[in-house]
């Protein structure tokens, strides 16, 4: 892999454009809007045409202007079509979306003649070779796509700072923040033109894809993160960062695995962003996958743990001051619960609560205390529900077999005290 | 959901003055625009416009047959698709087809040494649209993102990732990737024999499967819960349907390009929702909508050169739409503002006869007035004005039409005073009002002072069947005559 200041430059202008789409983003995914992303960034289009037609030029203002108009401008339509006709918000999209888009396609075309404006470079961006198109600031040569890009930043943050709060309530509760007095639906236009300019600021240097990409997905992956909005924004950040870092190694390092020399960066940033979702997905401790399995196969343990305990101290009541063994085979016949109930069983012969002999699965004294605590649950639950609720056949029987799992040593010594001290339980069993 | 606009007036004053300052620099800058295109483009002559019309040439002949089956075809899955609100998953399906095309591509050119196989570009479409459908279903089932996010992310990362290897795929020293971007923007005007025929075939089998499915699909759409009762497939069938669609896209994708085919899907049976209801005539109608986008699309870019002919038809059926959204017979704006303003007339009507009535009995205290109307206790507009929160302007237009219809005069000193026939109207007016008061007060225990506000809104819309109803219910009253208020008068 060869590095050049070009790289580092394609890496930064991809970072910038990223992380201003980004910030904007977590609050299309807030407002269950990521396909207002997707539409506007195609509905841009004509926008763009129209400029280049009446400007006869390429030049930033011009093109920014248009599409801010146009982006406000497709919201309103959206939202005048979804009040109007009665179709959901995704056909209305459609509608709106995809007829602006092809109004812009004709626009191209005939924009082709006067100005060289190719669509693929509008759907593709052409990334890698924007540090060669430079300007100078404060003597510096600058790319000129990375000083469009980090004012676009500049700008986002800016609105994201001085109206934080009335963008996070207007984004959870837009009734809330009427009668609190912040007009929501034109903070919501507001939105839609920055996303709108934010869009036509990344066009020019990265293309449509990775700008719906980047509108969209970090913020889903921080939002898979955490419950927190400030701490979302900042995760949406850090991936974005991230994803264009990766995006850009990958695309000049991946290809060469297979025997080619590189690929589009702008397709690879989006990848990119992709595998950190994927791996939010998965990994997220609250909100992911494998977190979620993780935690149930948890709790089914513990629970196999504690069945396991209860019945071997039942046998042992049972069979007085006699040996008080069961095989594991009995075990998992009894329990029903398939492996679990060996997973189970080794957790508690590490834990020293259990041990082996020749007769089979006996409990140890540390065993025996928390059985007896186990137990002790049981029958004040089921105590409590016959005594107190009058809730005394074989169902509180099952009722108290799932309580018994949450009680806590205070719930505890609430039941004794709401069940009256009892000694024995519905059953005759002793309370231990 | 979309935040909702406050309604306070002013603002509400203000926007809509924004929104057509916007509208008005909108058009004035496409109609700019619109000019400077117009400079560019050929207008046909007679003789061209024959040609096409009567499809003469062998080229227009394929591709305006091709584009008017594929509108027909996607008109009808794209039912579905609306009726199942799943307009925007049709998008993701499309964008989510670009790396399965690219992948196919590759494996042919090196398996075969020549990557264009239609056939196997399309399958490895399909697999991927397959593999992005699931993708969305997986992300909202098993993580707290909703739909749109799920799409969202669909969307954009299969489309980098087809970007991405469409990179490889360009850079490949043997095979020609040129042909692979008609899958993006379409490449409707070279469309070959070949092509129009493998959409005709999807076509037919759209329709038939369409009408074959029709009792399926349709229990499906519109109560997916009571179909899983009864015992039918739900999931077995709603992924039929997706597949169908599925097979639409696909097909479409090469020939007006991947977000044209979305909206093939989407617009069509949005406007057929304008003018029925009924599944079926929808579909129809549906179907109808796409074939004459497709038909007249591919004519309009046959004639004019420099059209694009996917992006035509998009606007031709866009056009469409929007023509149905004023004038559509259900739910057109047209027809709702003209039902509205009828109903605006006949309450402002009843509440006049009403006032009136009123008015004169309780000026009379004689309990119920006579079938002639009294010339001397009619009130003057001013002492009208105050009883209802009526602006002056709209009571003035209301009086205006009563003394037109010959319901109420005018008299010199500027008091108003029924007719014979105005006093007949009215005694009906009056008793719908105190049918439902008593009504309410018998029979809902709403106290007497409150009865008149709930009536009050009611009596408008009471048809003759429920004013039947209503006279059985209470016994007391004798037919035919108007019974005494429960309330005090104003």
């Known amino acids: ?432 | 959901m979309m935040p909702m606009p406050p309604t306070l007036s002013s603002l509400a004053g203000l926007r809509s003055a924004l929104f057509a300052t916007l509208l008005t620099l909108g058009w004035a800058s496409i109609a700019h625009a619109g000019g400077l295109v117009g400079e560019h483009l050929q207008w046909p002559t007679l003789q061209e416009l024959l040609r096409v019309l009567t499809l003469r040439d062998y080229n227009t002949r394929v591709v305006i047959v091709g584009t008017t089956l594929l509108g027909l075809a996607a008109g009808l899955t794209g039912t579905f698709l609306i009726l199942r609100k799943r307009a925007l998953l049709s998008d993701t399906l499309s964008h989510a087809t670009l790396p399965g095309i690219a992948l196919a591509f590759i494996v042919m050119t090196l398996l075969l040494g020549d990557g264009k196989h239609l056939i196997g570009l399309i399958a490895g479409a399909a697999i991927f649209a397959v593999l992005g459908t699931s993708s969305v279903l997986l992300i909202q089932r098993y993580s707290r993102l909703k739909n749109d996010a799920a799409l969202g992310v669909v969307l954009s990362v299969y489309f980098g990732l087809g970007i991405a290897i469409m990179g490889i795929a360009t850079r490949m020293a043997s095979g020609n990737a040129a042909g692979l971007n008609s899958f993006i923007y379409g490449k409707t005007a070279s469309m070959l024999f070949a092509d129009a025929l493998l959409i005709a075939i999807t076509a037919l089998l759209a329709g038939a499967l369409c009408l074959l499915f029709f009792k399926e699909f349709s229990l499906i759409c519109f109560d997916a819960d009571f179909a899983a009762t009864q015992g039918w497939p739900v999931a077995r069938l709603d992924f039929f349907m997706m597949t169908l669609v599925v097979v639409v896209t696909v097909v479409g994708l090469q020939a007006v390009g991947l977000i044209l085919v979305v909206a093939l899907l989407i617009i069509p049976p949005s406007t057929a929702r304008f003018w029925s209801r009924r599944l079926s005539v929808m579909l129809g109608l549906s179907a109808a909508f796409g074939a004459a986008s497709g038909m007249i699309g591919a004519g309009i870019s046959a004639l004019m050169a420099n059209l694009p002919a996917g992006a035509v038809i998009v606007l031709t059926a866009a056009s469409l739409f929007f023509f149905s959204l004023v004038f559509g017979t259900t739910g057109g704006l047209l027809r709702m503002a003209m039902e509205r303003f009828s109903l605006s007339r006949k309450v402002m009507r009843e509440n006049l006869l009403r006032e009136l009535y009123e008015w004169q009995e309780s000026a009379t205290q004689a309990g119920e007035i006579g079938s002639e109307p009294l010339p001397h206790a009619g009130p003057r507009l001013e002492e009208l004005l105050p009883r209802r929160s009526w602006s002056a302007h709209s009571l003035k237009r209301g009086l205006r039409q009563m003394v037109r219809n010959r319901w109420m005069e005018a008299t010199d000193s500027g008091r108003y005073l029924f007719t014979t026939a105005g006093l007949e109207l009215a005694r009906g007016v009056v008793r719908k009002h105190r049918l439902w008061e008593a009504y309410l007060i018998t029979h809902a225990d709403t106290a007497p002072g409150q009865v008149d506000w709930g009536a009050d809104t009611i009596e408008h819309v009471l048809d003759e069947r429920i004013i039947a109803e209503l006279e059985s219910r209470l016994p007391g009253l004798a037919p035919q005559k108007v019974p005494k208020s429960p309330h005090l008068l104003r």
């Open chain 1, 1 to 432: 892999m060869e590095w050049s200041f070009i790289d580092t430059w394609i890496i930064v202008t991809g970072m910038l454009s990223a992380m201003s789409c980004a910030l904007l983003g977590n609050y299309l995914v807030l407002r269950r809007m990521s396909m207002m992303g997707d539409a506007i960034s195609h509905a841009v289009l004509p926008g763009l045409a129209i400029a280049f037609l009446i400007s006869g030029s390429r030049d930033s203002l011009p093109m920014l202007v248009g599409a801010v108009g146009v982006g406000v401008l497709t919201a309103v339509l959206i939202q005048g079509v979804n009040k109007l006709s009665g179709l959901d918000q995704g056909a209305s999209m459609g509608v709106v979306f995809t007829s602006l888009f092809a109004l812009g396609l004709i626009l191209i075309r005939q924009a082709a003649d006067h100005v060289d404006l190719d669509p693929g470079c509008v759907l593709y961006g052409a990334i890698e070779l924007t540090p060669l198109d430079v300007t100078t600031l404060f003597g510096w040569e600058v790319p000129r796509a990375a000083l469009t890009n980090g004012l676009m930043l500049l700008v986002n943050v800016g609105f994201v700072v001085i109206f934080f709060k009335e963008l996070r309530i207007s984004s959870f509760d837009p009734a809330l923040a009427t009668t609190m007095g912040f007009n929501s639906g034109l903070m919501h236009y507001v939105l839609m033109g920055l996303v709108a300019a934010t869009t036509i600021a990344a066009f020019e240097s990265v293309g449509s894809i990775l700008v719906i990409a980047m509108l969209i997905v970090p913020g889903a992956t921080a939002h898979l993160l955490t419950d927190r909005l400030d701490a979302m924004l900042g995760i949406s950040l850090v991936v974005a960062a991230l994803s264009a870092v990766l995006g850009h190694v990958g695309a000049i390092t991946v290809p060469t695995w297979i025997g080619f020399r590189d690929t589009s960066t702008a397709g690879m940033m989006a990848v990119a962003v992709g595998v950190l979702f994927l791996a939010a997905f998965l990994f997220a401790p609250r909100h992911g996958v494998i977190g979620k399995m993780v935690a149930q196969g948890l709790l089914t343990l513990s629970i196999n743990r504690d069945d396991i305990l209860g019945m071997l101290y039942r046998v042992r009541e049972l069979a007085g001051k006699g040996v008080a063994a069961v095989k594991a085979e009995d075990l998992r016949n009894a329990l029903k619960t398939g492996r679990w109930v060996r997973l189970a069983l080794m957790d508690l012969l590490r834990n020293k609560m259990v041990r082996h002999t020749p007769e089979g699965v006996v409990l140890t004294a540390r065993g025996l205390t928390a059985a007896a605590n186990l137990i002790r649950s049981h029958r004040l639950w089921e105590t409590y529900l016959c005594d107190q609720m009058g809730f005394c056949d074989a169902e509180a029987h099952y009722s108290a077999h799932h309580l018994e799992h949450v009680t806590d040593e205070e719930m505890q010594e609430r039941l004794n005290r709401a069940a009256n001290y009892p000694t024995q339980d519905p059953h005759q069993k002793a309370i231990p």
